[in-house]
């Protein structure tokens, strides 16, 4: 069967004696016998005569090739190709408008690769047929270049206008107002074969917007040979420019769209089984998992953290707006709180105290509700003093309706913060009683570190934390110098529960070591101490390590270590101590111990005089140095 496409004429050449028909006409013809028919007709009529002279006249068997036939099949592939793509935008769109839409990708070509298994690396001949496989599959990869490898959209919000606009940010972070000039995105990253990638946003509330640019990727992939079929003909292409597909090839292999209720399955490759169908629909663990995705306007993963950055009293502070991001200058701060918090959150759940409540409170015997009772000395504007007495109450207050259900007394929380500046307390004051709720047991007085008379604990120091059914914590952050064993001090006096403190300012020991270090040029560390940067740092290893040995000597296990990163705080060392066992506390052999290091750590770095040693009554052992003989010899390890 041959035909042209113009005015159809077709020349049958028979096998057999069979007889066949046209609208209105019948024919018969003798075997071997041939047959010219003109027929002036469309494209319809044409493929109904075919299907019927192929269905009566010719076997599987027998050779039948034309050229028009390979063009009606070309034209109901690109169809098939063409229903894909537009069930593919739809789908897009449909999913956007549900806010059900996820993620898409489109896969290009894929690159060639060498198999090892079956060009392994040897010798001979076949080393030979590597060679040339390599040189085919470099050939087909330079072929490929600027072709599309793989496309992918997902949702992100971006700010309208001008990205270095900081002034304009300022005013709207102030005011709290950053949801202002915010959209949804459908942010698209193309990635080509050898070429570099390129990224493009399209708003979501503008659909035209999001079609457009689909149908543009779909019109480069295609060819410019089927530009028109898409709509359109501006695509985005790489440096290289737009690459013409060879016969039969495609630009686009194959996709998908990931929705919350389902995934649909693009191919187009090869275009006889072109289609778009859903290939899998979600389980409800997978929506759960996705919802996230669906609802977040922000790219950016939540963080997991123990406080809302959107708190209100964040916000009272001026630490954070009312989407919860932080001010301009207080992400250090925001951090700072977190942590922290973290770090006392650990220790208030692991001491005995909360271990026995919650023992006591399963049985009912517990009468009066327990407290845990907080000091921050030297709070300043209260930011940590706020953030801890929150966390504690949002973590370990029971609410009064759930008492009341379970007949149980829940903890309470009490929290005082101590500063010398008036006008400070005021402020910090008023804003706790704006807050209300939780914060209306949140006071600030005017005192002095370690000598205050309206401390909030301090009349029954001498029992433990379940005799006394308070939990007793003091915290001193940044306490200049000597003010950090004041109030360490007044935690030991007041037999403080947990203690938490971040030095700051070494000022006493540092005369002290300067004068070792020059009286003594074969000291052991004498060329490090020989160095102003290293004998600063060395006294304030010093300092904090002896406060650490007095802190175990006074019944309480320590640690040393840096509690937040130090671009936020140069100031970032934390000594956190929480209250031992009364036998472990008496061990007179553990307390010899521990005494014998804090005399050799002083002899070694010339020690004399140590605020907290001085308050506590230790003795640096400088009277029995010659005894001792560690003057001027490193004490043994």
């Known amino acids: 069967l041959v035909a042209r496409p113009k005015t159809w004429p077709m020349l049958l050449l028979m096998n057999s004696c069979s007889s066949f028909s046209f609208p209105n006409q019948q024919y018969s013809l003798a075997k071997g016998s041939s047959f010219c028919l003109g027929l002036h007709t469309n494209q319809n009529n044409f493929i109904h005569c075919r299907d019927s002279i192929l ?32 069930k593919f935008i739809s789908t897009i769109r449909l999913s956007l408008n549900e806010e059900s839409f996820l993620y898409f990708t489109l896969r290009g070509p894929p690159a060639p690769r060498l198999s090892r298994r079956k060009y392994p690396a040897k010798s001979g001949i076949d080393d030979e047929q590597r060679l040339n496989q390599e040189k085919f599959l470099a050939k087909r990869k330079e072929q490929l270049r600027g072709k599309f490898k793989k496309i992918s959209g997902r949702l992100v919000s971006l700010r309208d206008g001008k990205k270095n606009d900081n002034k304009k940010r300022k005013k709207e972070s102030s005011s709290g107002n950053e949801s202002d000039g915010v959209s949804l995105h459908l942010q698209t990253t193309i990635k080509y074969h050898l070429a570099t990638d390129m990224a493009q946003n399209w708003k979501v509330t503008e659909c035209d917007e999001v079609e457009l640019g689909l149908k543009r990727i779909f019109s480069s992939a295609l060819g410019s040979s089927n530009k028109n079929d898409v709509g359109t003909d501006c695509a985005p292409s790489s440096e290289w420019g737009v690459i013409e597909n060879a016969r ?5 292999v194959d996709g998908e769209i990931v929705t919350s209720t389902g995934i649909y399955s693009l191919r187009l490759y090869p275009p006889s089984k072109a289609g778009l169908k859903l290939s899998k629909k979600k389980t409800d663990k997978v929506k759960q998992n996705n919802a996230q995705s669906t609802l977040s306007l922000s790219h950016d993963k939540a963080k997991n953290v123990p406080l809302s950055p959107s708190s209100p009293f964040f916000q009272k502070l001026g630490v954070s707006s009312l989407n919860g991001k932080p001010l301009v200058g207080m992400s250090s701060k925001l951090r700072q709180c977190q942590k922290f918090v973290e770090i006392v959150g650990k220790l208030v759940d692991n001491s005995s105290f909360i271990k026995s409540f919650k023992q006591i409170s399963t049985s009912g015997a517990v009468q009066a509700p327990p407290t845990i009772r907080v000091i921050d000395m030297g709070c300043g504007r209260g930011y940590l003093t706020f953030s801890l007495h929150s966390y504690l109450c949002n973590n370990f207050l029971m609410p009064e309706n759930e008492q009341k259900a379970n007949c149980k007394p829940g903890l309470t929380v009490q929290t005082q913060g101590i500063d010398r500046r008036p006008k400070l307390i005021k402020e910090i004051n008023g804003i706790a009683d704006d807050l209300g709720g939780e914060f209306s047991s949140l006071r600030f007085i005017e005192g002095d570190i370690g000598n205050t008379d309206d401390a909030l604990f301090g009349d029954d120091s001498g029992s433990d934390s379940i005799a ?12 200049c110098d000597t003010a950090t064993d004041d109030s360490i001090w007044f935690a030991i006096q007041n037999n403080a529960d947990i203690i938490v403190t971040a030095p700051c300012c070494h000022h006493q020991l540092r005369p002290q070591i300067d004068r070792h270090s020059n009286k003594n040029p074969d000291h052991p560390l004498a060329d490090i101490l020989c160095h102003a940067i ?10 904090d390590a002896m406060r650490a040995l007095l802190l175990e000597i006074a019944g309480y296990n320590t640690q040393v270590f840096e509690f937040i990163g130090g671009e936020h705080t140069a100031k970032n060392v934390m000594i956190t101590a929480t209250k031992m066992e009364a036998k472990l506390a008496d061990d007179n052999e553990r307390l010899k111990k521990k005494r014998k290091r804090l005399i050799e750590l002083a002899h070694f770095y010339g020690v004399k005089k140590q605020k907290l040693a001085m308050l506590m009554g230790e003795n640096l052992g400088w009277d029995n140095s010659v005894k001792l003989g560690i003057v001027n010899s490193m004490p043994p390890l």
């Open 534 to 543: 290293y004998r600063e740092r060395s006294t304030e290893t010093t300092t």
């Open 248 to 252: 039969g090839e495609s630009g686009i």
């Open 468 to 479: 006394k059914n308070t939990l007793d914590i003091l915290i001193a952050l940044h306490a």
């Open 55 to 86: 269905s009566t006249l010719f076997s599987k068997s027998n050779y039948f090739d034309t050229s028009d036939e390979l063009e009606i099949n070309e034209l109901q592939e690109n169809k098939r190709v063409q229903d894909a793509i537009e």
